[in-house]
């Protein structure tokens, strides 16, 4: 049994008739979102950073070309206020560059700067190695089925941009 199974239990034995089989896997998800986070705060906490910088450092890696910060917001589905917080921190750190962009007289683009290329890279194996302890008691058949069966929940709740 797992938590997950005592929490239904317990809601049989003070609730019976009360239907919470979505809690099978809706708490499952909660929970095991909930353990991975923190597995991977504590991952990234020796480089010093946030998931939330952690997502922009690699965010910035992956598109490898200056991006401004409206795109990464977008991509990253936080505020442009919050977006700007997180970019003046990793400036601040030295890890990102910012760069007037010539198609906007107003707008900065972003890049990595050398640092923060190796930083990006460093956070990305430590959170791949994290995401690997996560799923260790999965065999590949299994982490497939799992990802199929969560692509097919996930995909009627994403916005199509």
Known sequence: MDSV???IAAWHDSRPGLEVSQL???GRLLLCARHLEQAL???LKPLGLSFGDFDVLNTVRRVSAPVNP???ARSSLVTSGAMTARLDRLADAGLI???ADPADRRGVLVS???D???VADE???VVLCADEEFLAPLDPAQREAVAGLLRSLLRPHERED
């Open 5 to 7: 199974d005592r929490m």
């Open 24 to 26: 099978e896997v809706v």
């Open 41 to 43: 705060v504590g991952a």
């Open 70 to 72: 409206r795109e990464l």
């Open 97 to 99: 560059e910012r760069t």
């Open 112 to 114: 990595l700067s050398s």
């Open 116 to 118: 923060g290329e190796r």
């Open 123 to 125: 956070a990305l194996r």
